[in-house]
């Protein structure tokens, strides 16, 4: 079963860091672009960075260029996300999103993981 | 960046209802148009992608149309399991961005 798992979410002061880690199994990691899309409460889902294949690749949207930092370890089926600097805007589920087909920068994406809630607040 | 807009924002209709939802792009994105459910406290589930595939285990009452800058998705026949949020998606260029989503809420 494709399965992709988060964790480290939880309170954080804002200026804070915190690191997100999501771990996959079920499918060939090193095949896929991965990406980190987030919700914050009762709003929509904005994508916030990926990573591609052998992680020679990283694009973020603008609002975390700098602070944020999107990794990976292939040998470990993990994917990461270090968030530096961290605001109350940034407060949101993060969620884990392989795209449909292999070594697709831009796809539908499919499977998602359960999400892990970051929150920002002092 | 490419602009996703939905409409309506909230819809309210009942079982058995044909219900359609709009999806407008800023500029063309071909075919390049997904769409979303998100039910509470779950991730988003996969129901089309490139515009008009229905994906695997998906009922066949939920279809897409479209390309260019405008795309529907239809659920023929509301069941009580659709009553759920929808967004779209464009995977034509980055950043992937979404619509805003759609409430689709039971009269």
């Known amino acids: 079963e494709v399965q992709l798992v988060e964790s480290g979410g939880g309170l954080v002061q804002p200026g804070g860091s915190l690191r997100l880690s999501c771990a996959a199994s079920?499918?060939?990691?090193?095949?896929?672009?991965m990406s980190w899309v987030r919700q914050a409460p009762g709003k929509g889902l904005e994508w916030v960075a990926n990573?591609?294949?052998?992680?020679?690749?990283?694009y973020y949207v603008d609002s975390v260029k700098g602070r944020f930092t999107i990794s990976r370890d292939n040998a470990k089926n993990s994917l990461y996300l270090q968030m530096n600097s961290l605001r109350a805007e940034d407060t949101a589920v993060y969620y884990c999103a392989r795209p449909k087909v292999p070594a697709a920068m831009l796809n539908w994406f499919d499977p998602w993981g359960q999400g892990t809630l970051v929150t920002v607040s002092s | 960046d490419i602009q996703m807009t939905q409409s309506p924002s909230s819809l309210s209709a009942s079982v058995g209802d044909r219900v359609t939802i709009t999806c407008r792009a800023s500029?063309?994105?071909?075919?390049?148009l997904n769409w979303y459910q998100q039910k509470p406290g779950k991730a988003p589930k996969l129901l089309i992608y490139a515009a008009s595939s229905l994906q695997s285990g998906v009922p066949s009452r939920f279809s897409g149309s479209g390309s260019g800058t405008d795309f529907t998705l239809t659920i023929s026949s509301l069941q009580p399991e659709d009553f759920a949020t929808y967004y779209c998606?464009?995977?034509?260029?980055?950043?992937?961005?979404f619509g805003q989503g759609t409430r689709l809420e039971i009269k």
């Open positions: 500029q063309s994105i071909s075919s390049y």
């Open positions: 990573i591609k294949q052998d992680g020679s690749e990283k």
């Open positions: 998606q464009q995977s034509y260029s980055t950043p992937v961005t």
């Open positions: 079920g499918f060939t990691f090193s095949s896929y672009w």
